[in-house]
């Protein structure tokens, strides 16, 4: 408000002031940015709203009201590209890339000995936040494996983790099937199939033509097994391998005669001793 005064000579102490709307004028633009003015105008009481381009967002006040000062009541905003904050380490581990900006991708490595578990890969996303959750280093450890039935297992060093070494050996009269040496791997799994102590065995002693065999110390017998030439029910056995130390003797139809040793034993290493002795005719 302005007061005019009526001096003395009838003059005014002043002109006449005029009455204009109060107009904030055009918000400052911003990088990154628009501005919507609403209805269209800047005088008093009119709004300013701000919003950033995608990928960016906005720091500041995004609304802006035009005041009776014919001023925006907030400072201009400023739009900023969306980045992550450092993403967290675990125990045991590093990550690969540095990049922290929207969509940057960074990927999650365990050091040797430690096996990850969880998402490997995560990227920066538009709210600011790394995507999944922080994966975690195990330190790798395959554990004590099962013993074996008439066997035993040895743990290099008395270790078993990543790149521990087992070896498998088998009890008297006994052979190893499989792997004798397995390694911690870096999945947390040891290497190979587990093996097996198989009894060793001969298989059913060569009978020549004419020959007459009986077997003795074979544990599905329990006794004498006697093998015959000639039709298939007599040179069935009833047995498909004999235990270690199983006595085989070697006779001849009548009117034949052994040729070469006669005893066989099943030995330590699966097969029969000595050569399979022959039947030859005694009139030739």
């Known amino acids: 408000m302005k007061v005019l005064t009526c001096n003395v000579g009838g003059e005014w102490s002043g002109k006449a002031p005029q009455c204009r709307f109060v107009d904030c004028g055009a918000p400052a633009q911003i990088e990154f940015g628009t501005i919507v003015l609403i209805n269209g105008t800047t005088t008093v009481s009119s709004l ?5 381009q995608q990928d960016y967002w906005l720091v500041g006040e995004g609304k802006q009201e035009c005041t009776k000062e014919g001023k925006w009541s907030h400072d201009t905003p400023s739009c900023e590209l969306i980045t992550c904050e450092e993403p967290e380490v675990p ?12 969509h940057s991708v960074i990927e999650y490595h365990c050091d040797v000995g430690y ?7 995560h990227s920066c996303g538009k709210d600011g936040e790394w995507t999944g959750e922080v994966p975690i280093c195990e330190y790798i450890n395959c554990g004590k494996v099962l013993p074996i039935l008439n066997g035993a ?29 397995r390694y911690c791997l870096d999945n947390g799994q040891w290497s190979d199939a587990t093996p097996k102590c198989e009894e060793i065995r001969c298989p059913e002693p060569v009978l020549a033509e004419h020959g007459i065999l009986s077997v003795t110390g074979n544990d599905r017998m329990y006794g004498r097994t006697l093998i015959r030439t000639g039709t298939a029910e007599n040179s069935n056995t009833g047995a498909t391998s004999y235990k ?4 085989a003797k070697y006779r ?22 000595g050569e399979v002795p022959q039947c030859v005719c005694k009139y030739l």
């Open 48 to 52: 300013a709203v701000y919003t950033c």
């Open 91 to 102: 125990t045991g581990g590093y990550v690969v890339g540095y990049d922290l900006n929207v």
């Open 115 to 121: 096996l990850l578990h969880g998402e490997a890969r």
């Open 153 to 181: 297992v040895d743990y290099a060093n008395d270790t078993t983790h990543l790149g521990s070494e087992i070896t498998y050996s088998c009890t008297r009269n006994y052979r190893l099937n499989g792997i004798s040496r």
């Open 244 to 247: 270690i130390g199983a006595l």
């Open 252 to 273: 001849c139809e009548r009117g034949y005669k052994v040729v070469g040793e006669p005893l066989s034993t099943c030995e330590e290493n699966g097969k029969w001793s």
